[in-house]
């Protein structure tokens, strides 16, 4: 009955949610004790781990003291005729401050993707090895935590002529359509190595995007000419994926909406998170270039736009960092419509005035244009990147200027640039993506990315785009 991994996940000053999956039947029990001379353990009965949930489980953990280091050890108790207790999954985490200590924290997105699974011979996935080295305080997952829709194949040709050879499992070798597929896709991350002890050592805060359900999925997806998907209902398939992501992140659940993805996470004076969700609460895909707002440009929301707004505008802290699961500016092609016009996945939807999903988001620009110190970090697009968004180069301009940071992916195919659209007036100063032709490349090429955020213990942040070896390939300073 051996636990496979475990993970802290959403840690604030006060609490934790500690995750962990067993192999059957159980219940699961955490042990904690903060990391000084003397201390005790502190025992939580948790849930019983039954087919229902794939038998993972979560248990809220808090009452340390300030300043605190916690060690934690996870045990299933089998529920079987012997009761025997399984073998200790350990893990550890420091709380988030109350004080000014400095934070430093990694972000990236986009696990075993287009067909780049885990190679043992190159050393699976390597970059979380080379982030849990850092030894950030936190990661943010920015989605694409799985590739539901991207089977793994055993071998596959490197243009050098090498073979990539994969792990492969049976749930893990074509789209996800049942539950049970949808859930192979995490087991089967959990198989490296590297990913599991960079989950034990480094607390968790995940969002999602559209491939732990499909590519690009939104209400107006139609799967009926696609060969691979048995089951045609997008929005039975999102129900599936969704509860699979549930299920495995290291989530505390929303007390009322309980799929809520979407929260924010306090971390001390210098820090608040604001964890967005750009994929459940969207209009479909569309042409994107209405001129009102309605039910078919909306992106976030109106209950999230609200939540966002207030929020960035109570935050008392330092830094109010946006963790989206796409970039704001770059154009992200959906294919076209019945009369031929170009469909859009994201907000951009080319150079001009704020339309369509655009409105929705000058409206919260504008809404916050007197909140200072707003970073937005994200992934997706699979490369890196780094973008000013100067209102003095716009065409709409009633927002304060703003720094988006593009990182990702973590184990998938890279590829890049992306096209940007000028109505937010975004600029590039940093980019690194494959040579022009040579999109899809997987991670022998080590175009694989991330991204560091460290804040002095006076205010300052400084942001770091690294590639999968850790080489520093850009950093700004950012005044507070």
């Known amino acids: 009955m051996l636990g496979q991994g475990v993970a802290a996940g959403d840690v604030t000053a006060t609490r934790a949610l500690i995750w962990s999956r067993a192999d059957g039947p159980s219940r699961m029990i955490v042990r904690w004790r903060e990391r000084r001379a003397g201390a005790s353990w502190t025992e939580v009965m948790g849930p019983h781990c039954l087919e229902v949930s794939d038998f993972t ?40 401050p109350m004080g000014t200590r400095p934070v430093r924290f990694c972000w990236s997105g986009d696990t075993v993707g287009q067909g780049w699974g885990i ?76 990913l599991r002890k960079f989950q034990a050592e480094t607390p968790q805060i995940w969002q999602w995007d559209d491939h732990e359900v499909l590519n690009n999925y939104s209400s107006s997806k139609s799967l009926s000419a696609d060969d691979k998907y048995a089951e045609k209902s997008v929005a039975l398939l999102a129900a599936r994926g969704k509860r699979a992501f549930l299920e495995y992140a290291p989530i505390r659940y929303h007390s009322q909406e309980t799929e809520r993805v979407y929260r924010h996470i306090p971390y001390g004076p210098l820090l608040d998170v604001f964890v967005i969700d750009m994929r459940s609460y969207r209009g479909p895909n569309t042409y994107n270039r209405q001129e009102q707002e309605g039910s078919d440009t909306d992106f976030l929301g109106a209950p999230q736009m609200g939540w966002l707004l207030d929020g960035l505008r109570a935050s008392k802290a330092r ?34 005035p704020a339309l369509g999903r655009e409105l929705e988001l000058a409206r919260l620009l504008k809404g916050i244009r007197a909140v200072k110190n707003v970073v937005w970090l994200t992934a997706d697009v699979h490369y890196t990147a780094a973008h000013y968004y100067d209102p003095a180069k716009a065409q709409f301009t009633d927002f304060s200027p703003f720094w988006e940071f593009v990182s990702g992916p973590l184990n998938a195919g890279s590829f890049g640039p992306g096209v940007l659209d000028n109505t937010f007036g975004p600029q590039v100063i940093y980019k690194k993506h494959p040579p022009a032709g040579q999109g899809g490349v997987g991670p022998a090429a080590g175009l694989q990315f991330f991204g560091e955020v460290e804040i002095s213990s006076a205010g300052e942040m400084r942001v770091r785009l690294r590639d999968m070896a850790g080489t520093v390939l850009f950093e700004k300073g950012l005044g507070g």
């Open 57 to 96: 489980g979560r248990v809220d953990i808090g009452g340390w003291g300030p300043g605190a280091d916690i060690e934690y050890e996870v045990v299933f108790r089998d529920l079987g005729l012997g009761g025997a207790d399984s073998a200790a999954e350990r893990g550890s985490f420091r709380p988030a």
């Open 119 to 194: 190679n043992p011979g190159f050393g699976g996935m390597k970059i979380y090895e080379t982030m849990r080295a850092l030894r950030p305080d936190f990661f943010i997952h920015s989605g694409d935590t799985i590739y539901a829709d991207g089977p793994v194949v055993s071998e596959v040709k490197l243009a050098d002529g090498t073979i990539w050879k994969n792990l492969v499992t049976e749930e893990k070798s074509k789209v996800a359509e049942t539950l049970g597929e949808f859930r192979g896709a995490y087991k089967y991350n959990l198989m490296d190595a590297n």
């Open 319 to 352: 830094w109010k960092v946006i963790a989206a699961d796409m970039p704001l500016g770059l154009l992200v092609p959906d294919g076209r419509d019945v009369s031929g016009r170009a469909l859009y996945e994201a907000t951009a939807n080319g150079d001009g």
